[in-house]
């Protein structure tokens, strides 16, 4: 029978050990027995299925081919969503995300057809059983429930069939197989617990062992190791034993030793390291290395020379039906290629790199951790960079290992895998298996995959499915086929750069593997190309067009470039869009940022002339700009694109063009002066244009003298010199080449000085310093300074800003060390003239700014400074005057300046302190100053008093009483006083100036004078007032609120009360006189009337809170009758107010007086007993001749009153006692409670309570569960009283020594925590005869004096928060001792009772 493609998929190149491209290692393929030449995966791909094998699985979902590709399964990667749907071609394409990696479909899965088919068949006709474990190496074998052992070979056959259904009655089913290195011998083991040797050259049973481990359990792993006479075993109890093949005088036999005991640990997995071909002679061979996983840790020990354990890592937390996993790779890491052990339990894979000490100890690495977010049940390795990890979800993840990306994922549910949960539950010898290892099998599947090679095989209940990596060129093609064309290339690339994972199938070196993924994505962009056009909708919007090549377009372009394929970009790739205008379109505005970004430099003659065309038609000109002055003018047509551009005014791309195609610089200036300079010169308006358009100019001219190239680049250095002379004399030019009669001389410069005469000066500035040692240049700087002279100077066309600008760079360049220019004196005469000019009042800040500039960088020199003063003086130019004066040190004369000055004199007080400060002046210097200030200190004053004052606290402390003496106007002085003594308050300046209580008095006069409403806040704030003036000064301007917080300050309470009383007096007045004085007034003066009665009763309210807060701060001082000589009369004003304004007509105003009147009764009623307010209210003659209606409302608000404070009593009552009775009982409650010790020994000698069986002894037994005999305690001395006390309280010696865990002993013996809650003292003993011996008696006696604090203790750690108790009895502390319901009467409503219910104790 003829190899099918799917047998053959057994032997693929995926099969090649794959060691991270270590150039020392060399891929190769392993030895498959019977097969002479193993095919390739090319060959595989290339060649037909010429003949299908016998059997086929009629499951047809299995083999559909819209579900495979080639002869295998698409697969669903993370990259690229689409792969293996058939209806992936009527989705919307997505973008590629630039950023994004791309990996296509990493892994091949394919359906092995003849074994599959031989299963079912085996199953159906010889009654084999369903498969229950599969094993691959050289061979396949499939183990079934019924015994047998299928052996297939590589091309799928059935060779062997071992066993038979009498041994599958007496074993029961294959429950796990493993195949020797060189595929001789084959071990089974069976869910009863026997293990049989197989020969597989000719089918001979060679061993049926069934002592190698306890009888009752089924054999759940078993394998091979290097050494083919050692192997190990695993079975359902968790133990793991060690096989040993004998064979002696022909017999054969076998030792078994226990390796790990379940009874310590149960193990589920075990996984010997078995060393490929390419490392047997690896230096950690000789070890024979063994990792074992129990349910809660991985071990790993060594089997020979002797057993060893290098290594035991205890898992971290998971679940417990998480089922845990090993697997060896050998993996080069740091140029070393050394075994690594992966080992996963839940949804985290850890990775351990085993080494060899040169000491010869084995040296265990652990590296980066790779979390997931499934639970996964099977880990296998691939290569030495991948993984297969299977989650229990069914889905496959290929992993890259080094960067622990998810490569790709893989629906496995439709394999059906077979699970091992029978065998670990040892349903085949009654089940007798623990919990944890019955739980941890309901997702094992150990024996349904197996990897050798670079292959990983996987059992369903029907078939047998093999996997394996795809190489390079497949995985591209699986993506062309689905048509992503750009993931193809973003993969292709990624081959390219060598950033892809899991690569399979590129050899050679770096070059060649490049050249190899160059051709073939050049055949992906051609294809891409070909399937843009042909797939281009024929109908619709121009948008969906446009959209349709705008995804196409560039990424045909970008690849081209990265590829460096410029020829096939404009050659095949843009003739075959060409066709479609559309595509055309695109592909040309798609050039522009690879040639901004300078990625494309060169673009063919007519790709040139069309992107031309195409930008001019769509008004893109900007682009095109941007374009040209990127490209390399040899691939232009100059005469076309010169002309395109001067048409639309592309004039960076003009000089771009002449500057580097023809090596011309002095055109481009002539163009464009002859177009700005007609403008400039005839003095028109310029427009945006005309503007944009001189700032190149000067901008260009710049670079040329500088040796730069314009817009981009620099000159070529042996034109740099050539183009600097060419500029200068373009610009000393005496006529223009076009000339008229009407042109003025240096046509240039005239333009050039009109347009921007400072930046043209700037510009010359910057190419002066750079000639320097150029005697050629040097001839050219004179000559243009000579034509600036003779151009500026006498014409009236220029400003005095611009002819200062010119002196001020002529000033500059002759102050120069090395300067060489030569300027007429006479001319620097001439400008100062001109810009002193005192009958010319126009631009007179302008003149003064440049004729500053002029003397500041050097141009004092060339003047007479006696002339120079003369004339400043004259213009005004107080700035001038300052220099001038600075030079000569006359500082003093420096202020008259900025007094003189409108701009600038806010700036004097800075400048004088400034001067003042600075180390550099002299003593007589700063004298002459300060007398100059104090003779000007009546305008300073006027000026700013603020700043004034804070330069007399830091300056003038002495003379303080001379400046107030001399200030006349009273405004001003208590401005300056005001702020003077505001600035004394701070810390540092009351040092530096001590001044007198004479000066706070005369503030306060001027204050009583001039801002009366400040003067309460002065008072207040300020404490430097002698009592006794203070109060006449108030007194003599009747300020009464002053007068009385001073005499309240003082001591006088009654005559400060009667001082506030007038206030509020006449304020009531006040409003009775607007309120009478406004009944017979028109509408408007009604409406007036109102505003002003709301502003007196305002007014009112602010009086009567002010008395209502004296009366508070005093009354706790006074006795009863004091208080009522307070109260009383303050409660007479506004009753009587009531009185007068009773017949009016305004309910508002009234209605406020009532408020205001009641709320003195509140306040009044925490002082004054409420029976003395009654008969003081009732002897009013308003009240005591009256109706009882109308005090009604006083007494129902005192009702009012009485009712809420006897609420309050009440609740406050009732709290304490629920709060008390709640301690109590749960302090009884825990005194009371029985007690449940730790352990029944003493913690103290370590002996069983009952150490004697004939003698009673008594114990004692704490709160924290520990128990001491009583003589232990007492040698300890635990006791807190003498020995000799009856009941002597004890304290626990663990919780509170030194030797326990919780601390040192306690600092307050009366308050230990350490102590129990209820202290219980047992005695032990025999009860009498007849009873049970072994029963104890127990008396328990309560202590309850001591324990009381030891409950409080813990009730207060159990209790969250403080209780209500302890918050009502910090509030009585903060209370008076007087009136313990003390109200506020600032804010009475804001206080509401917050009443909680009990809190929770908590058992």
């Given at each position: 029978m003829?190899?099918s493609?799917?047998?053959r998929?057994?032997?693929s190149?995926?099969s090649q050990?794959?060691l991270m491209e270590v ?6 393929e392993f ?5 002479d ?8 791909l290339?060649?037909?299925?010429e ?8 499951d047809?979902?299995l ?13 669903s990667s993370?990259a690229?969503?689409d ?11 997505r973008t590629?995300?630039?950023?994004a ?7 091949r899965?394919s359906?092995?057809k003849?074994i599959?088919a031989q299963?079912?068949?085996a199953a159906?006709?010889?009654d084999?059983?369903?498969?229950t ?5 050289g061979?396949?074998a499939?183990g ?8 297939f070979?590589t091309n ?9 259904k009498?041994?599958g ?8 197989l493993?195949?020797n290195?060189d595929?001789?011998r084959v ?6 617990g026997q293990?049989t040797?197989w ?6 049973l ?5 002592d ?7 054999i759940?792993?078993?394998k091979?190791?290097d ?6 075993c695993?079975?359902?109890?968790g133990?793991v034993?060690?096989?040993t093949f004998r ?6 036999s ?7 005991s379940?009874?310590?640990?149960e193990?589920?997995?075990i996984e010997?390291l078995r060393t490929p071909p390419?490392?047997r002679d ?5 070890y024979s290395?063994?990792a074992m996983a129990s349910?809660?840790?991985i071990?790993i ?6 057993l060893?354990v ?6 971290t937390?998971?679940?417990?039906s ?7 790779q050998?993996?080069?890491v740091q140029?070393?290629v050394n075994?690594m052990?992966?080992f ?6 850890h990775?351990?790199?085993v080494k060899?000490?040169?000491?010869g100890?084995?040296?265990?690495i652990k590296?980066?951790q790779?979390q997931l ?13 991948s ?5 229990s979800h ?10 622990h990306d ?6 496995l549910e439709?394999?059906?895998?077979v699970y ?5 539950k040892?349903l085949?010898t009654?089940?007798?298996v623990s ?9 094992a599947?150990?024996?349904s995959?197996?990897s050798?090679a670079?292959?990983?095989?996987c059992?369903?209940t ?8 795809r ?6 093609d ?7 064309f ?5 993969l ?7 950033t892809a994972?899991a690569v ?5 070196d770096?070059?060649k593997r ?6 073939k994505?050049v055949e992906?962009l ?5 399937y843009?056009v042909?797939?281009c ?14 995804e196409?377009?560039p990424v045909l ?10 020829d096939l970009?404009?050659?095949q790739?843009y003739?075959?869009?060409?066709e479609?205008m559309v595509?055309k ?7 522009e940022s690879y040639?901004v970004?300078n990625?494309?430099g060169?673009i063919?003659t007519?790709v040139?002339?069309?992107l ?10 900007d682009?095109?700009e941007?374009c040209i002055v ?9 005469q076309?694109?010169v ?5 639309n ?6 000089i771009?063009i002449f500057n580097?195609?023809m ?7 002539e163009?464009?002066?002859s177009?700005i300079?007609?403008r400039?010169r005839e ?13 190149k100019?000067?901008?260009y001219?710049s670079?040329?003298?500088?040796g730069r ?8 250095e042996d034109l740099?010199?050539q183009?600097?002379?060419q500029?200068?004399e373009f ?7 076009d000339?008229s ?5 240096f ?6 000085l009109?347009?921007d005469?400072r930046?043209?000066l700037n510009?010359?500035?910057m ?6 040692n150029d ?6 700087q ?6 600036l ?7 009236p066309?220029f400003t005095?800003?611009?002819?200062g600008?010119l002196f001020?760079f002529?000033?500059?360049q ?11 004196r006479?001319l ?6 001109f ?10 800040t302008?003149r003064?700014?440049?004729?500053l ?12 400074e006696?002339r120079l003063?003369t ?7 107080y700035?001038?005057c300052?220099?001038?004066y600075e030079k000569k040190?006359?500082?003093d004369?420096i202020?008259?300046?900025y007094?003189?000055?409108p701009?600038?004199?806010a700036e004097?007080f ?7 400060s ?9 004298l002459k ?13 006027s000026?700013d008093p603020g ?5 007399v ?5 002495e ?5 107030i003496?001399?200030l ?11 702020c003077l003594l505001k600035?004394?308050e701070?810390s ?9 209580s004479?000066?706070?008095e005369l503030?306060?006069d001027l204050?009583?004078r001039f801002?009366?409403?400040?003067l309460?806040?002065?008072l ?5 007032y002698?009592?006794e003036?203070?109060i006449q ?7 009464n609120?002053?007068k009385?917080y001073?005499?309240e300050?003082?001591g006088d309470?009654?005559?400060a009360?009667?001082g506030l009383?007038?206030t509020?007096?006449d304020?009531?007045d ?8 406004g009944i ?6 009604r409406?007036e009337?109102?505003a ?7 007014t009112?309210?602010s009086?009567?809170?002010?008395m209502?807060l004296f009366?508070h701060r005093n ?7 004091q208080?009522?000589?307070?109260w009383f009369?303050?409660?007479d ?5 009531q009185k007068?304004?009773?017949g009016l007509?305004?309910?508002?105003i009234?209605d406020?007086?009532k408020?205001m ?11 004054i007993s409420l029976?003395?307010?009654i ?25 009012d009153?009485?009712?809420y ?6 609740t ?5 006692n629920?709060?008390?009775h ?10 009371t409670?029985?007690?449940h ?5 003493c ?7 009952k150490?004697k069986?004939d003698?009673?002894e008594?114990i004692i037994?704490?709160?924290c569960?520990?128990l001491?005999h009583?003589?232990c ?11 000799s ?5 004890w304290?626990?010696y663990?919780?509170?020594s030194s030797?326990g ?7 307050e ?9 209820a ?5 032990s ?5 007849g ?7 127990v ?10 604090e030891?409950s ?7 209790y969250r928060?403080?209780s209500r108790l ?10 008076s ?13 804001s ?8 809190p929770l104790?908590?058992?």
């Amino acid at each position: 029978m003829s190899q099918s493609p799917d047998s053959r998929s057994l032997l693929s190149a995926s099969s090649q050990l794959n060691l991270m491209e270590v150039e020392s290692i060399d891929d190769k393929e392993f030895d498959i027995p019977q097969v002479d030449t193993p095919p390739t995966l090319e060959s595989i791909l290339s060649q037909m299925e010429e003949e299908e094998d016998p059997f086929v699985l009629e499951d047809t979902c299995l083999l559909n081919t819209d579900n495979m590709d080639a002869q295998s399964y698409d697969t669903s990667s993370l990259a690229s969503s689409d792969s293996g749907d058939p209806a992936h071609l009527k989705r919307k394409r997505r973008t590629l995300d630039q950023n994004a990696a791309v990996h296509g479909s990493v892994l091949r899965l394919s359906l092995l057809k003849g074994i599959s088919a031989q299963i079912v068949a085996a199953a159906d006709k010889v009654d084999a059983g369903l498969p229950t474990a599969i094993a691959m190496s050289g061979v396949i074998a499939v183990g079934t429930s019924h015994g047998l052992a299928l052996v297939f070979d590589t091309n799928q056959a059935l060779r062997l069939c071992l066993g038979s259904k009498t041994t599958g009655a007496e074993f029961g089913a294959v429950s796990a197989l493993s195949i020797n290195h060189d595929c001789s011998r084959v071990l089974c083991g069976f869910a009863k617990g026997q293990i049989t040797m197989w020969d597989l050259a000719n089918g001979k049973l060679l061993r049926t062992i069934t002592d190698a481990h306890p009888p009752g359990t089924a054999i759940l792993h078993v394998k091979f190791t290097d050494d083919p006479t050692l192997a190990v075993c695993n079975d359902s109890g968790g133990s793991v034993f060690e096989l040993t093949f004998r064979r002696v005088m022909g017999m054969r036999s076998c030792d078994s030793r226990c390796l790990f005991s379940g009874s310590k640990g149960e193990v589920c997995c075990i996984e010997p390291l078995r060393t490929p071909p390419d490392f047997r002679d690896h230096p950690i061979t000789c070890y024979s290395l063994l990792a074992m996983a129990s349910l809660t840790k991985i071990l790993i020990i060594g089997l020979k020379p002797s057993l060893n354990v290098w290594m035991t890592l205890p898992y971290t937390k998971s679940d417990p039906s998480s089922v845990p996993q090993l697997a060896w790779q050998f993996v080069p890491v740091q140029k070393t290629v050394n075994p690594m052990l992966a080992f996963c339990k839940g949804d985290s894979v850890h990775f351990l790199l085993v080494k060899k000490e040169e000491t010869g100890t084995i040296h265990v690495i652990k590296q980066r951790q790779l979390q997931l977010s499934c639970d996964i049940i099977s880990l296998n390795w691939i290569n030495s960079c991948s993984l297969v990890l299977l989650d229990s979800h069914e889905k496959l993840h290929v992993v890259d290992r080094p960067t622990h990306d998810v490569l790709e994922t893989l629906d496995l549910e439709q394999v059906q895998l077979v699970y091992n949960s029978r065998h670990f539950k040892s349903l085949a010898t009654g089940g007798n298996v623990s919990q944890a290892l019955a739980l941890v099998g309901e997702k094992a599947c150990y024996q349904s995959l197996s990897s050798y090679a670079g292959q990983i095989v996987c059992l369903g209940t029907k078939s047998a499915h093999i996997m394996s990596l795809r190489n390079w060129k497949e995985r591209l093609d699986c993506l062309l086929k689905q048509e992503h064309f750009t993931e193809a290339l973003s993969l292709a690339w990624s081959f390219h750069e060598g950033t892809a994972k899991a690569v399979v199938g590129l050899h050679g070196d770096s070059q060649k593997r490049k050249a190899v993924i160059s051709d073939k994505m050049v055949e992906i962009l051609l294809h891409f190309t070909e399937y843009a056009v042909k797939k281009c909708p024929e109908q619709g919007k121009l948008q969906v067009l446009e959209q349709h090549f705008q995804e196409v377009v560039p990424v045909l372009v970008d690849y081209c470039l990265l590829l460096q394929k410029a020829d096939l970009l404009f050659n095949q790739l843009y003739s075959r869009l060409v066709e479609n205008m559309v595509a055309k379109g695109v592909f040309l505005e798609s050039l522009e940022s690879y040639i901004v970004a300078n990625r494309l430099g060169h673009i063919t003659t007519p790709v040139m002339k069309d992107l031309l065309a195409h930008y001019h038609d769509n008004g893109m000109m900007d682009s095109l700009e941007r374009c040209i002055v990127h490209l390399d003018v040899t691939s232009l047509d100059i005469q076309q694109v010169v002309q395109v551009c001067w048409n639309n005014q592309l004039y960076d791309a003009v000089i771009y063009i002449f500057n580097r195609g023809m090596n011309d610089y002095i055109t481009p200036m002539e163009k464009l002066f002859s177009v700005i300079g007609p403008r400039v010169r005839e003095g028109r308006s310029l427009t945006g244009d005309d503007v944009v358009m001189g700032n190149k100019l000067l901008v260009y001219i710049s670079c040329c003298l500088a040796g730069r190239a314009y817009p981009i680049g620099d000159i070529p250095e042996d034109l740099v010199v050539q183009v600097k002379y060419q500029v200068f004399e373009f610009l000393i030019r005496l006529h223009s080449g076009d000339s008229s009669q009407k042109e003025e001389v240096f046509p240039f410069i005239h333009t050039l000085l009109h347009f921007d005469t400072r930046e043209f000066l700037n510009v010359l500035a910057m190419t002066f310093d750079d000639v320097q040692n150029d005697k050629q240049a040097l001839e050219y700087q004179q000559r243009i300074v000579d034509i600036l002279l003779q151009v500026m100077v006498d014409n009236p066309d220029f400003t005095p800003s611009q002819v200062g600008g010119l002196f001020t760079f002529l000033a500059r360049q002759l102050a120069k060390p090395n300067n060489t220019l030569f300027v007429n004196r006479n001319l620097f005469d001439q400008v100062l003239e001109f810009l002193c000019c005192p009958d010319d009042d126009s631009r007179h800040t302008e003149r003064q700014q440049v004729l500053l500039e002029l003397l500041q960088v050097g141009g004092v020199v060339q003047f007479n400074e006696e002339r120079l003063f003369t004339l400043a003086e004259k213009a005004k130019f107080y700035q001038i005057c300052e220099f001038l004066y600075e030079k000569k040190h006359l500082y003093d004369r420096i202020v008259d300046c900025y007094l003189q000055d409108p701009l600038r004199k806010a700036e004097i007080f800075s400048y004088i302190h400034n001067l003042m400060s600075m180390p550099g002046y002299s003593s007589e210097e700063k004298l002459k100053v300060k007398e100059k200030v104090l003779q000007h200190m009546q305008e300073l004053v006027s000026l700013d008093p603020g700043k004034l004052a804070d330069l007399v606290v830091w300056h003038f402390t002495e003379e303080v009483q001379t400046i107030i003496s001399e200030l006349q106007d009273d405004s001003l002085l208590f401005q300056f006083l005001r702020c003077l003594l505001k600035s004394q308050e701070g810390s540092q300046a009351a040092s530096r100036l001590p001044l007198e209580s004479e000066f706070y008095e005369l503030l306060l006069d001027l204050m009583c004078r001039f801002e009366p409403q400040e003067l309460l806040k002065f008072l207040h704030t300020s404490q430097h007032y002698r009592l006794e003036e203070a109060i006449q000064i108030t007194e003599k301007y009747h300020c009464n609120e002053a007068k009385a917080y001073l005499l309240e300050k003082k001591g006088d309470i009654p005559g400060a009360f009667a001082g506030l009383l007038q206030t509020l007096k006449d304020r009531l007045d006040v409003l009775a006189a607007q309120m009478s004085g406004g009944i017979g007034g028109g509408v408007d003066g009604r409406d007036e009337e109102e505003a002003n009665g709301e502003f007196t009763l305002t007014t009112v309210k602010s009086s009567l809170n002010q008395m209502i807060l004296f009366c508070h701060r005093n009354c706790q001082n006074l006795d009863q009758e004091q208080r009522k000589d307070l109260w009383f009369p303050l409660l007479d004003t506004m009753m009587a107010s009531q009185k007068e304004v009773m017949g009016l007509s305004d309910k508002h105003i009234s209605d406020g007086l009532k408020e205001m009147t009641l709320k003195v009764l509140n306040c009044m009623s925490s002082f004054i007993s409420l029976p003395a307010i009654i008969q003081q209210i009732l002897q009013d003659p308003v009240y005591g001749r009256g109706k009882l209606a109308e005090i009604q409302g006083l007494i129902l608000g005192m009702l009012d009153t009485f009712t809420y404070e006897q609420t309050l009593l009440e609740t406050t009552t009732n709290l304490l006692n629920h709060d008390l009775h709640w301690s109590l009982a749960h302090l009884r409650s825990a005194v009371t409670k029985g007690l449940h010790p730790r352990q029944d020994c003493c913690n103290i000698c370590l002996q069983h309570y009952k150490r004697k069986q004939d003698a009673s002894e008594e114990i004692i037994v704490f709160s924290c569960g520990h128990l001491y005999h009583l003589q232990c305690l007492q040698q300890k001395d635990c006791g807190w009283g003498a020995a000799s006390e009856p009941q002597q309280p004890w304290r626990c010696y663990k919780c509170s020594s030194s030797h326990g865990g919780r601390g040192g002993a306690c600092s307050e013996p009366n308050r230990s925590r350490s102590a129990s809650l209820a202290q219980t003292r047992f005695s032990s003993g025999h009860h009498e005869k007849g009873t049970e011996t072994h029963r104890k008696k127990v008396v328990a006696v309560a202590t309850l004096d001591v324990q009381q604090e030891l409950s409080w203790d813990h009730l207060r750690g159990l209790y969250r928060g403080p209780s209500r108790l302890s918050i009502l009895s910090e509030v009585s502390h903060g209370q008076s001792s007087e009136k313990a319901g003390f109200l506020l009467p600032a804010q009475p409503e804001s206080f509401h009772l917050k009443l909680a219910p009990p809190p929770l104790f908590e058992e």
